[in-house]
């Protein structure tokens, strides 16, 4: 694996083992209202997310989030309120939930061999050209910051693969054959995940969900994701 271009990502140890264990207990508690993201693997989320529900029907990400915020608010109130705390601290500036997106949610994969073969779909998190900015202002695009908490990882490990070249501008321009060039086996970077560990970057770094390198039938793998960047003068996050 490539391992020239510089980190993007800043990680804040933000959970220990106990806090991380209490958490998972409660995604498991809620687990009646998962929704299955896949026809036959189980791949689920717990709340809306913009890049699965847009492209669903008109309304379809605004249903799932108007009924998902008040349980994830509710249920996960002292998590959310750390991580965006520890946004704050890292912006250096006040960070709000987006008023009309999903708050932050939560990846959800149990064990299946058919994930220790590929990965998730390289890209980039583009999301917020798909939400509504309506009364809040202009949108930076070049603010964007994602970020992933994992409370659960497969036994043999779990992380995300990078690239630092091509640059966003230049992805958006390349054909298909030329992306998959640009990301054959060895061009990428790993970055292993570390439970309670909270990794932040740029949603404009090249990157995807890491295969997972061995089945274990107990294995899973569960995070709290979202994303945010400038607007209006204040820091706005959703999923």
Known sequence: MSSAAPSPFHHYDLLGGDEVRHWRE???????????????????TLGAAAYLDVSRGPGIYEQFWRLYNPLLLEAFAPLLQQVQACLAQHLGTPVAWHPQAAVPGFHIFQAHPAFCGTGGKVHLDLQYQNLSWEGMGEPDGNSVLSFTLPLALPTAGGGL???????????MTL???EKERATAPGTESYLPY????????????????????EFDPRDERITLQGHGLQVGGRFLCYW
């Open 161 to 171: 693969k990078w690239w630092g070249d091509p640059s966003a501008q230049r992805w």
């Open 175 to 177: 054909s298909a054959v």
């Open 194 to 213: 570390k439970t309670g560990r909270l990794v932040l970057h740029s949603g404009h770094v090249l990157h995807q969900i890491a295969p997972g390198r």
């Open 26 to 44: 409660v995604v498991h508690h809620l687990r009646q209202v998962w929704i299955a993201r896949d026809p036959e693997l189980p791949f689920f």
